[in-house]
């Protein structure tokens, strides 16, 4: 295993990926930004976490992968002005609590925005 | 009447929201089109029922596209008029056309029945379309990006590919404005999150049914002409004349 990937992995994320949670690891939130640390110190702990960025796997249940994807949509949101922001050709207009609200209510349109939060997770950790 | 080759009918309302689409597919339309399609634009107020159906039946154009407020069996236009519903008499008038409906929803019910009306192919979303409107309709890359993604489906039609081509042209699209928020030269704006995830949805919603081999823009015959052809025909013609000048010269002996 080699260092590199995990640094080439973390160079091409955006500044707001590098902070959101993304994997768990024996019951612990991490960001990118906290792999890339952590597999540079050389821990046993990055050790692990590399594979997992190997794998392209979160280590997660599909239980984890819910509570994941919706702290990440939670911290995203919350940095949004709170005006309107997201519309859709069925004529709804939300700002980022109400978008949140939905997805707090689990209702359609929230489930549409966990589903998708988790195929973005998928897609960032297979970013090389 | 049966569909007309090269033939385009593209329906742009701008209330409720609309012109964050339109303005994008206008643009769209100036930069892909080619000499000989017959194009209409129906823009805000003309973008109403009687106007489409108006031109649908004038001009039998063999593509239709529009953007409008939908759900399982509805697309409206301008105003939210209803232009179609699964329950509509006269579907008949996309017979034989390719119909791509930016809205959301209609790939539930309303597609299916514009196929079985006999269009050929049909373009639209089995949930909801999300858009960005956190800056005015075409200021941004952000406000835009859903939208370039949407109608390259038509900006490939316009260009003379086939309906299988054109959806694979879109679906391309879509990854690279995906890709374009994660990892490409948008991934630290301040919209990128929103974005990404808004295209990841609408990509996953797309459909796309019907045949895959229409052509409703086949290119017009052209002569073929690179850089080398002048120096093939000088050259063709210093061989000739050496030619001839060595037939005329062995005769003159």
Known sequence: MTKQVVSNWFSKLGQSEKNLPLLIYQGIVYTPQAVYDEVMRGSPLGDALQSLIEKQSFGTSAEDEQTVAKLRLTQIMRTKPDKPLFATLSGKVFTPSELLGEIENNTDIGRQWVGTEISHMRRIVSVR | ?253
């Open chain 2, 1 to 253: 009447m049966p569909a007309l080759e090269n033939t385009f009918l593209f329906v742009e309302p701008q209330q409720h929201y609309l012109d964050y689409g339109s303005v994008v597919l206008h643009d769209i339309i100036s930069k892909n089109r080619r000499a000989g399609q017959i194009i209409t634009e129906l823009i805000g107020p003309d973008a109403n029922p009687d106007r489409v159906k108006q031109e649908l039946g004038r001009m039998s154009p063999i593509v239709t596209c529009g953007i409008g407020h939908g759900n399982e069996t509805t697309y409206t236009v301008e105003c939210t008029a209803k232009l179609f519903d699964t329950s509509s008499t006269d579907l008949n008038l996309l017979a034989d056309k390719v119909v791509s409906l930016c809205s959301c929803l209609t790939a539930v019910e309303l597609g299916p029945a514009i196929i079985d009306a006999e269009a050929v192919a049909y373009t639209g979303y089995k949930t909801e379309f999300w858009f960005y409107i956190g800056a005015d309709p075409g200021t941004t890359r952000a406000v835009q990006s859903p939208f370039l993604a949407e109608f390259e489906f038509v900006a490939s039609l316009l260009q003379g590919k086939n309906t299988s081509s054109a959806r694979a042209d879109q679906l391309k699209k879509y990854d690279e404005e995906i890709n374009y928020w994660i990892s490409g030269d948008g991934k630290n704006d301040t919209d990128a999150s929103e974005l990404s995830r808004i295209l990841e949805m609408n990509k996953a919603n797309s459909v796309f049914l019907g045949e895959g081999s229409v052509q409703p823009s086949p290119s017009a015959p052209t002569i073929l002409v690179s850089g080398t052809t002048p120096w093939l025909w000088i050259g063709m013609a210093a061989t000739m004349s050496f030619l001839i000048y060595r037939e005329i010269k062995g005769k003159s002996y």
